[in-house]
């Protein structure tokens, strides 16, 4: 009988410990349940499914997104970079002499032959040499002087900035304004050494009324000149110079004072981007905020179909037409510009294509959501 005792209490012990663990598991389960497996894997099928849809239309993956643009460039801009980068500046000279008084392809041209020459300028040494008093050499230095600087800051916020970076960014500024001033002088018409300026005037924190002053100079020349709208916009935003009212303010100015084609509308919806820090689309659906959108649609239409910035406004209205629940319309925008992604809203994204085409395939499911809801 002792036996039979001692058999059954070793028997009782892993009995007891098998029920205790069950006992665990549950209690774990009811205060920390694990997550829904089943919702992950449904949602990476949706999102696959999606993404097959949209390479149905003809839309690229995200590997095959450029990076580097908002749209594909003119055949003979791509020829001109292409020849400097060999060292050859003539096209590049050729070009720019070409597109004349043309002020928002000037300013375009001339800041990519600038972001060149800030990588490598011996072409532009070259071009410097043999026409030294050349205007074309002269806004595309200045406007490269600048950007050199900026590169030397860094992209990152300034508690991950350097002391070394921020010396070198402040003297390569500093030294901008006499390239600016001298590409001014050389052609004083062009507002594009002025618009290289406002970047200038961000980075070394230019007192307001001192950009009014430099403000005064661009419209003079170029009253509803884009990207000088842009950068100005930049300037007057919170996180640099401004704040969200001047940025805001700015913006709905200079777009009710525009003529229709010129994509001024497109700053409304920026200064809204540059300053929503919500984590829903409540404040993109206001009434002020649709209002916006069908300015922009109505200013997109009316513009010149080479315009170089008409690109970076169907970026905005393809994301805040999806935003608004305008699926079908925000597809239409995408359609357009899919394939080159360093716009905003994506551009300021580390995984910029990835968030794209998220937001893009995002569109294209619900556009096919709603057209099988209407069979």
Not at 139 to 153: E, F, G
Request: with cysteine; charged share 25%.
């Amino acid at each position: 009988m002792t036996v039979l005792f001692w058999i059954l209490g070793i028997l009782a012990v892993p009995t007891a410990i098998f029920l205790l663990w069950l006992l665990w598991v549950f209690l774990k389960e009811l205060f920390s349940p694990s997550p829904d497996d089943d919702a992950d894997t449904d949602a990476g099928t949706e999102a696959a499914q999606a993404a097959e849809a949209a390479g149905k239309l003809g839309l690229l993956p995200a590997e095959r997104q450029n990076t580097d643009l908002a749209a594909p460039l003119p055949a003979e801009w791509t020829a001109a970079l292409t020849a400097v980068r060999g060292g050859d500046w003539r096209p590049a000279a050729d070009l720019l002499a070409a597109v004349g008084r043309d002020w928002e392809r000037r300013s375009a041209l001339a800041y990519l032959l600038a972001d060149r020459a800030a990588e490598e300028d011996a072409w532009l040494l070259a071009w410097e040499a043999v026409r030294p008093d050349d205007p074309d050499a002269a806004v595309v230095r200045a406007r490269s002087t600048v950007i050199l600087a900026w590169k030397i800051r860094g992209g990152k916020k300034a508690k991950y900035t350097t002391q070394e970076q921020f010396d070198g960014f402040r003297r390569t500024l500093t030294s901008a304004r006499e390239d600016v001033a001298r590409a001014a002088a050389l052609n004083p018409d062009d507002p594009t050494p002025f618009v290289a300026e406002i970047w200038v005037a961000l980075g070394l924190g230019y007192p307001n009324a001192r950009m009014d002053d430099l403000w005064a100079e661009v419209t003079r020349r170029a009253p509803h000149h884009y990207e000088a709208h842009f950068s100005a916009l930049q300037y007057w935003c919170a996180k640099w110079r401004g704040s969200e009212r001047l940025a805001r303010e700015f913006a709905e100015r200079a777009a009710a004072g525009a003529p229709l084609g010129s994509l001024l509308t497109a700053l409304p919806l920026i200064a809204h981007f540059e300053h929503d820090e919500s984590d829903d689309t409540e404040a993109d659906n206001t009434p002020e905020m649709r209002a916006r959108t069908e300015a922009a649609l109505a200013d997109a239409a009316a513009a010149d179909p080479s315009h170089p910035r008409l690109p970076e406004l169907r970026h905005l209205l393809a994301y805040y037409l999806h935003l608004q629940d305008r699926n079908e319309a925000a597809l239409e925008q995408f359609k357009l510009v899919d394939g080159h992604v360093n716009a905003l809203p994506w551009r300021y994204r580390g995984d910029m294509a990835e968030y794209y085409c998220r937001v893009r395939n995002t569109a294209v499911r619900l556009v096919e959501e709603t057209a099988a809801a209407r069979v």
